[in-house]
């Protein structure tokens, strides 16, 4: 079987993470809202159970915790949900980046229909944004900046710390997009200051279709977002619907253990890159990386190998490891990644150009061999 390497798609969901839910399934079905049985109360403790160790992870409190069914609901209701506001108080102007996700860049769209007008920034040639660009273009009206922590494509941090710091005394509300940064850079994250954080529990070993948006408080104030949903009370109205206790009971345990490897995870990581390194140069391919590598995720390399079609490489090596050429929310069309376009790479090196990504089950020895094949059959394919 091939080996798995494009966990910024999705991962594995980790063992004790599975037989928590499974356990939840089997023995805790009642509605974590009902308030008339035990059924619903031990429901609810499940819940708040893991909306405090989703906040442990994130150094902030329970009551700053949305669930909602992953980061592209989190990232709609945290820019949608500022419409009302925005107009309210004539507040119509946005700064983003030109390669966040695209349910951020998607969502911008729908605001600019909306009559808000949104500053796109693009990335340097590192894939790095310049944070005094952001800054710089902050006006009196200026109702939000949202900048991802960690490029999906490149693995590229950007400097949200730099961002959040100049916003700090400012009456800008701050969005960062953590989904790939969530459980791996565990101490940054805790360390940054931002008004929303959204994330999805699959990126680090939880399940799919559960995710958080988290709401920092000022002054005992949430910012003022409203729900983009009508329905019951849940989540105060920000996510209304059934909450999905054993998706709930998931992202809980996947924090938990998150916060307690993340620092190991994190160093294996780094050995892993070395070794994919060490094969890539010893294989003799032409190759270049794609993003400065001073400011990549140990987790991901996006690298452009020389004469090589992506698209035929991904066809001819399946067998032997599972990777991409870019986001899985785009990978059905076969148009260029607009991430690297952004930072200035010609198209025939993007067309070259592929993701690997791994994380905690990624086999070292197993890793060998199918990257070595992958190689090989690489070396046939140069153009
Ligand atoms: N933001 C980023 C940076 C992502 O990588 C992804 C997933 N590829 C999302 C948002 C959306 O996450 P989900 O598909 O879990 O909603």
């Known amino acids: 079987m091939a080996i798995y390497l494009d966990y910024n798609a999705t991962t594995p969901i980790n063992s004790d993470v599975l037989e928590c839910m499974i356990d939840v399934y089997k023995n805790n079905y009642g509605n974590a809202n009902s308030r008339t049985h035990d059924f619903g109360a031990n429901a609810n403790k499940i819940v708040a159970n893991s909306r405090k160790k989703v906040a442990d992870l994130l150094n902030v409190k329970s009551d700053e915790v949305f669930f909602t069914s992953g980061a592209t609901e989190s990232n709609n209701i945290a820019i949608q949900g500022l419409i009302k506001y925005g107009k309210a108080n004539n507040k119509k102007h946005i700064i983003t980046s030109s390669i966040e996700h695209h349910s951020v860049l998607h969502t911008m769209k729908h605001l600019e229909e909306e009559g808000f007008s949104v500053d ?6 590192s894939g790095r944004i310049d944070y005094k660009e952001v800054l710089s273009l902050v006006r009196e009206d200026t109702l939000l900046v949202s900048i991802m922590h960690v490029n999906n494509e490149t693995g590229i941090i950007q400097p949200v710390k730099e961002i959040g710091e100049g916003l700090k005394d400012s009456n800008v509300f701050f969005h960062i997009d953590a989904t790939q940064s969530a459980g791996k850079l ?124 992506s698209e035929a490489l991904m066809v001819a090596t399946k067998q032997y490891c599972g990777i991409s050429n870019g986001s899985a929310c785009t990978s059905q069309s076969y148009a260029p990644s607009f991430v690297l376009k952004a930072m200035g790479i010609p198209e025939d090196l993007i067309n070259n150009s592929i993701r690997l990504s791994w994380g905690p089950n990624t086999d070292i020895s197993e890793l060998k061999e199918m990257l070595f094949n992958l190689l090989e059959i690489a070396k046939g394919l140069v153009f």
Not at 120 to 125: A, G, H, I, R, T
Not at 192 to 221: C, E, N, W
Not at 252 to 276: Q, R
């Open 120 to 125: 796109y920034v693009n990335p340097q040639s």
């Open 186 to 309: 565990v101490k940054e994250i805790q360390e940054l200051s931002y008004d929303m954080l959204s994330l999805s529990a699959h990126k680090f070993s939880g399940p799919q279709g559960i995710g958080v948006l988290v709401l920092r408080k000022k002054r005992y104030t949430l910012p003022p977002v409203k729900g983009i949903m009508f329905g019951g009370e849940q989540e105060h109205k920000i996510r209304p619907g059934t909450l999905p206790v054993a998706l709930i009971a998931g992202i809980g345990k996947a924090a938990e253990i998150a916060l307690e490897n993340f620092s190991e995870e994190m160093n294996s990581a780094i050995e892993i890159k070395k070794i994919v390194m060490n094969l890539i140069n010893e294989s003799g391919l032409k190759y270049r990386i794609n993003g400065c590598e001073d400011y990549c995720i140990p987790t991901t390399i996006n690298l452009c190998l020389e004469g090589v079609s």
